[in-house]
């Protein structure tokens, strides 16, 4: 028997498995209710605390966070165990969330939001890892379906709620709905899952956590504020640019000859790793192309409501769980590799159809392709995470799992930055200034600047085809 499936027999007889997959779906359906429930309720946000133009920090800074936190956990689960990790990442999300609901202006809601985001930096990864202990290969075909429905449930509920409290209690409740969910799935992890952990002394790498952590968030900031905030050629941009490029290869110089590094070496020379880090990475590209300029050509362009143009970007998240779903009974007869690669060929053709929206397409027509390529990303991601799992011991999976996650989150960032600049090259060449603001931008001007991101996804989506190949045709501990 392979060690990942010693490991997941000695968890899984003890623990559970019911009451722990509900309590792993409960703690994702926070970060997955989250990541949709609060954009509803700005308007109310801002009515009541001010601050306008502070608000875009309320999703930036809980990004970051997030993002830079999840190689740390992922580290100390590997070294404690789940268990401790998923609580005090659940813990704190709770904690956040009920500080959010009590926040008296936007900035404090902006700092209680940044300590959502470090429980949330747990909860997604650890949530993976804990179904990779408790479930074979074969089973979590089944089991990621479940896992999948909590994205597609939320991506409907989360915009529904959201209006509902804005409109009927208050936008507080926003945040204080997490509070019973949260504590419920922190108790079903308390009283139903077990691990069998080995006690030793453990050598914290706490100089590589610090650089990585310092070092990440700026990068982030970087990629994520520059050309909004500052322009890429100032001064600010530079100088984060620079700090993070000296940190990051400070953390990488202190990993080298840390005992138990946070991120080991050995992640990149993995090659089912490789491919699903990378693999996560250009998903994470192409869903913020989908988040940020789906909707907005939907208003801005093609003349529909807020909710109207938010459902065509809902069907991306109606494809997604779909076909991941499925994607078990695919990789189980014909391999990770051709499941994969069909699902990039599936996702790069639905980006394709995306060339096919004009100023006068339906809302469907822009629907169509979305939820196209949820499909393609929904046959592409959780194969991904699964063979990356798969593919190491238990020690390991921890790490293996945050790193995908991680690569997830750059990809997000790097998103954000490619096609901001491409819109913004794009409207400077036609308007031959600087850009104004959004209200002052016609169809006619925003929806070449657009249609380019969406022939930017086009071709990135390619690269998805591409990464298939590194996936090894057969997955097992000794892919290295």
């Known amino acids: 028997m392979a060690v990942n499936e010693v490991s997941r027999a000695s968890v899984g007889l003890r623990s559970e498995r019911g009451p722990v997959l509900l309590a792993v779906m409960l703690s994702m359906s926070l970060v997955a209710i989250d990541s949709t429930i609060l954009a509803t309720a700005v308007p109310a946000v801002v009515g009541d605390l001010g601050g306008f133009s502070q608000f875009p920090w309320l999703f930036s800074v809980y990004l970051l966070t997030q993002a830079v936190t999840v190689p740390i956990y992922a580290k100390l689960a590997d070294l404690y165990g789940r268990k401790p990790v998923m609580l005090v990442g659940v813990g704190l999300f709770v904690v956040g969330s009920l500080l959010c609901g009590l926040a008296w202006g936007m900035t404090s809601l902006i700092v209680f939001r940044a300590l959502q985001g470090v429980g949330a930096g747990a909860v997604q990864p650890i949530a993976q890892t804990i179904i990779g202990d408790i479930y074979s290969v074969q089973e979590r075909a089944k089991v990621q379906g479940y896992l999948a429905s909590v994205w597609a449930v939320s991506a409907v509920l989360g915009p529904t709620l959201g209006g509902l409290f804005s409109d009927y209690l208050s936008w507080r409740w926003v945040f204080l709905v997490n509070l019973p969910v949260g504590l419920a799935a922190a108790v079903m992890f308390w009283r139903g899952f077990h691990e069998d952990v080995e ?21 982030l900031l970087a990629l994520l504020e520059g050309g909004v905030r500052w322009s ?18 400070a953390f990488a110089l202190v990993e080298r000859r840390a005992a138990e590094p946070v991120l080991p070496g050995w992640v990149f020379r993995h090659r089912v790793v490789v491919a699903a880090m990378t693999t996560t990475l250009i998903v994470g590209v192409l869903m913020m192309g989908m988040t940020t300029y789906v909707p907005l050509y939907g208003q801005s362009v093609l003349g529909h409501g807020a909710v109207a143009s938010g459902l065509a ?71 991904a995470i699964i063979a990356a799992q798969s593919a190491v011991s238990w020690q390991q999976r921890g790490v293996a799992t945050g790193s995908t996650m991680f690569s997830r989150s750059i990809g997000s960032a790097l998103g954000v930055a490619a096609f901001g600049a491409i819109v913004n090259g794009v409207l400077t060449s036609h308007l031959g200034r600087g850009v104004p603001d959004l209200e002052n931008l016609t169809p006619e001007v925003l929806e070449p600047a657009i249609h380019a991101v969406f022939v930017a996804s086009a071709v990135v989506a390619v690269a998805l085809l591409v990464v298939g190949f590194l996936m090894p045709r057969t997955v097992s501990t000794e892919d290295r």
Not at 232 to 249: C, G, H, Q, R
Not at 367 to 377: S, Y
């Open 199 to 219: 006690r030793r002394q453990h050598r914290i790498d706490y100089a590589g956590a610090v650089l990585l952590t310092v070092g990440g968030l700026l990068l």
């Open 232 to 249: 890429w050629t100032s001064a600010t941009s530079i100088a984060l640019f620079a700090a993070a490029a000296v940190l990051l290869t």
């Open 313 to 383: 970007l809902a069907a991306i998240a109606l494809g997604w769980p779909l076909s991941a779903s499925n994607s078990g009974r695919l990789y189980l007869t014909v391999g990770f590799r051709t499941t994969m690669l069909i699902g990039g060929a599936v996702a790069t053709a639905g980006a394709s159809l995306l060339l096919l929206v004009g100023p006068g397409s339906s809302i469907l027509v822009l629907a169509a392709p979305c939820f196209v390529m949820g499909l393609g990303f929904g046959l592409v991601a959780s194969p």
